[in-house]
């Protein structure tokens, strides 16, 4: 997954991309990916690791197909002291190669073979030692409860630094590992443990069976006091003949908290098989609980890792956590088919991994959670790429790759929720079933090997008897980057009633970009009749078009956006856009935050201003349901922090806020009740945090404050009592506490952190410590966050606050600059892509845009990921003081 783009999952992205940028003295060093010349065929693994070590050792040994004739081989290996290289030739013929490690920072090495070998088949051995990682990448150590583990995470390029290999996701071989760990001590693998051996005074050598052809970065495993519970068995299908294990893999004395997700998964796993018609493909899984962790889960076929916090649950956890935990469960998954089964050939798809299973897990949710409302999240994930993808530094979905960041910045909103939206836009065109036949088609024709983009849309072209028009279309989407804009009016032609359609690119008001763009968009639209409503679609892939409106009038209301499903903004005449506000009752959910968002859009191009876009999302704000309830708050929020400017504005937008949402959170209570729905208990935390927090709602401040001030009240063993505060409320009555209390509070919860191992105690604590305002408070809080007693995982959320104010960004500029160095040094290379928002995300002003782009002209190379993450907070800040600059802070008073 790496990055699943939701506000509790701070996400550190993966390293590099493997391509090797710097300049060599041979001549045929690769540049890209790795000659096809030497073929990787099978991996034996063996590894020596005692997580209370710093170092491990291994030995490699990989079967090679040479097609050519060659003296040396390229390979990936990084920060490896490899001792002795052996190569065996086709006649079993041994002799003493040498590792020169020609590129270290990419991880790029050259292998002599000692003569030039004619095209056979040959073996390496290779001996090795490394470090255990310190930056949650490769192999890497961590720490609970003062225990030490081992465990791994390769994605993207980090297998490098576990093994020397051919680390790129088109050489799929079987692999097949051995782990000689301490004799006290668990392993686990991807796949079934077959044999245990001991291996000398204190260890045991663990062999485990062979897996299906995988790429380097889907090996796992991991070694230490692991509580090992065994999980409900996956019972056998009709596209999966034998009983799959279930097992919950979590540090000492935290497996018991595993039940609910391991009850939750084989409902999963059916729901997967029905859809695709092809059985889970490995002999067992386990699910892991990691005790720090760079991304938020990774799909490691049959080992699947997750941040602690969506794997260890309790009877009364927050409803954020249980609903979060499915959710990815679900999504890691759905990898096993779209990812593990059938992996893109490069990294330029890595979209066939993200988008699918995100995608995927939508659907499952949507199926085994109705509840959980997996339609609505796909509506407000395409919304919240569209912010993202409206920018003209955005990337395309299918971004080439031209260096070591592209990598990393590839794990975004784009890849994921824009890429699951255009499935679905297409899979709506075509419909459901056609779909499916198609991907079944997909795995079924690529299973256990690579695909590319075109496999794909070929597959689903096939199953819906489409031709080039569809390819070329579905195709624009993902080779193109933007947003398409569709302009409708509604008319009379021939007797008829039509929607007028014209199409360019949205760009928001202060953008530098082109206009003039075109796509081929299934769009989609719901218009009033006399009996109800009716949906037409039309494929627009001309500049214009029309849609026919079968038993419209010229008085009709039309929705140019049908069930929200299009990856598209529209906007309409004023007359048509006031008519459609009025009929806000009969749109259905996913239509009305496609409302919300038109508003939005229109409001950041500056069509509309801040007092028209409030009134126009006010009825949007009694809805019952929480997703769309809550749709105004983005566009709130940014005219309250950056455009208004006196206390009568601010009166008047609080004013707002309170007749909006204060009745709902007065209807809902402070405290969870018996057998309420998890929609009332997450719509309970998103009004009181804003209401409290951001809108400063006297009584909601004492509710919380009141909540807060119970849990830090300790009891007979000195520790918080969490249990005072309602579960989905505890961050932020905390955050209430830190706001009013200041210091002491702050003292004490720092205290607190490193005597918790608990994710949902430790995620209330920092989130509490990022509200501290004080400024030498939130110093002190920016501090600690480097502090070890803060996982490397856990940084940003202490990172995040005190942005919504110029004064405030300013002090987190400062202490950035002050400790960048620090910071870099703690996070290395997975937070490159991250650090230019880390140190001035939030800014709205050329001046913002202008230190940033100072500070890193000269650093932004030495830190993969980060001149991407640059361009694009640097237009963010451009793009919002250019807002600013176009709206009139008075409109707010209208």
């Known amino acids: 997954m790496r990055r699943l783009v939701r506000p509790l999952l701070l996400t550190a992205l993966a390293a590099s991309c493997g391509i090797a940028m710097a300049a060599t003295p041979d001549s045929d060093q690769p540049q890209g ?29 990989i079967k090679i197909k040479l097609t050519q004739a060659t003296d040396h081989i390229w390979m990936h290996g ?11 030739n086709a006649k079993g013929k041994k002799s003493v190669g040498k590792y020169d490690d020609v590129a270290p920072k990419e991880g790029v090495v050259k292998i002599e073979l000692g003569a030039t070998l004619q095209p ?3 073996t390496l051995v290779i001996d090795y030692s490394a470090p255990l990682n310190q930056q949650l990448q490769g192999l890497y150590k961590v720490s609970h409860e003062g225990k030490p583990y081992a465990m791994t995470q390769m994605e993207p390029i980090s297998a490098r630094f576990a093994f020397p290999g051919f680390d790129e996701p088109s050489f799929k071989t079987p692999f097949q590992i051995k782990l000689t760990i301490p004799t006290d001590e668990v392993g686990v693998a991807n796949t079934k443990q077959v044999k245990e051996e001991k291996a000398g005074t204190g260890w045991k050598t663990l062999t485990f069976s062979e897996t299906p052809p995988l790429p380097t970065y889907l090996v796992a495993f991991g070694v230490g006091p692991w509580d090992v519970v065994k999980g409900p068995t996956i019972p056998a299908s009709e596209f999966r003949k034998d009983p799959t294990e279930l097992r919950g893999i979590a540090a000492n004395g935290e497996g018991h908290r595993m039940e609910h997700v391991l009850g939750e998964t084989p409902s999963i796993i059916k729901a997967l098989e029905d859809y695709y018609g092809f059985g889970y493909p490995f002999d067992k899984l ?8 760079s991304a938020g889960a990774m799909e490691n076929p049959g080992l699947v890792t997750f941040r602690d916090w969506l794997l260890l649950l309790d009877k009364d956890s927050a409803a954020k956590y249980v609903r979060g935990s499915f959710n990815v469960t679900a999504h890691e998954l759905a990898h096993q088919w779209t990812g593990d089964t059938v992996t893109m050939g490069w990294w330029d798809d890595l979209w066939l991994n993200e988008a699918f299973a995100t995608w995927m897990q939508q659907k499952v949710t949507q199926k085994v959670h109705p509840e959980y409302r997996a339609d609505l999240d796909r509506v407000r994930g395409a919304q919240g790429a569209m912010s993202g993808d409206s920018m003209v530094t955005t ?22 929720q824009k890429g699951a939206a255009v499935l679905g836009m297409f899979e709506g065109f075509v419909t459901e079933p056609v779909f499916q036949k198609g991907m079944r088609g997909y795995i079924q024709e690529h299973k256990f090997a690579n695909a590319t983009a075109e496999d794909l849309v070929d597959s689903i072209a096939k199953a819906a008897d489409k031709g080039d028009d569809f390819k070329q279309a579905f195709m624009s989407f993902l080779n193109q980057p933007g947003v398409p804009y569709v302009q409708t009016k509604l008319a009379q032609e021939n007797g008829k009633t039509v929607l007028q359609l014209s199409q360019s690119r949205y760009l928001p008001a202060g953008s530098t970009g082109d206009a003039n763009k075109v796509w081929g968009v299934p769009v989609c639209v719901r218009y009033g009749t006399a009996d109800g409503s009716k949906v037409a679609c039309e494929l627009l892939s001309k500049a214009t078009g029309s849609i026919v409106l079968p038993g419209a009038t010229a008085k009709s209301w039309v929705m140019p956006n049908a069930n929200g499903t299009g990856y598209y903004r529209f906007s309409m005449d004023k007359a ?8 806000i009752s009969k749109l259905d959910d996913a239509e009305q935050l496609a409302y919300a968002d038109a508003i939005n859009a229109a409001f950041r191009r500056g069509d509309v201003d801040a007092g028209s876009a409030l009134a126009a999302l006010k009825p949007l704000t009694g809805s019952k349901v929480s997703e769309v309830s809550t749709a105004p708050m983005g566009t709130f929020n940014w005219i309250n922090y950056q455009l208004a400017t006196t206390d009568a504005q601010r009166a008047k937008l609080k004013a707002w806020a309170t007749s909006s949402y204060l009745p709902a959170m007065q209807r809902l209570g402070y405290t969870k009740k ?48 969490y249990a005072a505060a309602d579960s989905n409320l505890l961050g932020a009555a905390l955050g209430v506490s830190v706001q009013e209390h ?11 952190l490193p005597k918790t191992s608990d994710p949902a105690q430790r995620n209330a604590i920092l989130a509490g410590l990022s509200e501290a305002s004080d400024p030498a408070l939130a110093n002190q809080v920016r501090d600690f966050s480097l502090d070890k007693n803060v996982k490397v995982g856990e940084m940003g959320a202490l990172l995040s606050g005190n942005r919504d104010t110029k004064a405030g960004r300013d002090d987190v500029w400062k202490w950035s600059v002050a400790n960048y160095d620090k910071i870099v040094a703690r996070t290395g290379s997975f937070s490159g892509g991250r650090l230019p928002s880390l140190m001035g995300g939030g800014g709205c002003s050329t001046e913002e845009a202008q230190r940033l782009e100072d500070f890193f002209k000269t650093r932004a190379k030495e830190v993969s990921g980060a001149e991407r993450g640059l361009a694009q907070n640097s237009e963010a800040m451009k793009l919002c003081a250019a807002l600013k600059a176009k709206q009139d802070p008075a409109a707010i008073l209208k």
């Open 395 to 416: 990337r395309k979905i299918r971004q080439p790759i031209t260096g070591n960041g592209d990598i990393e910045t590839a794990f975004d909103g784009i890849t994921y």
């Open 33 to 61: 990916k790795l000659p096809r010349w030497a073929m990787p065929e099978s991996y034996q693994l063996a590894f020596k690791v005692d997580p209370k070590q710093q170092d491990f050792s291994g030995t490699t040994t």
């Open 78 to 88: 990084r920060e490896l002291k490899v001792s002795k290289v052996t190569v065996i």
């Open 742 to 752: 200041g210091k002491p509070v702050v003292d004490q919860l720092i205290a607190e």
């Open 286 to 293: 386990d699910l892991l609980a990691a005790p720090d962790f």
């Open 120 to 122: 056979q088949d040959i």
């Open 576 to 583: 048509d856009l006031a008519n459609l506000g009025k009929q």
């Open 674 to 721: 018996d057998g309420e729905a998890d929609s009332d208990s997450l719509q309970r935390a998103t009004l009181a945090s804003f209401l409290g927090l951001d809108m400063k709602v006297p009584e909601v401040r004492a509710a919380l404050l009141k909540q807060g001030d119970a849990v830090l009240k300790p009891g007979a063993d000195g520790r918080l009592n």
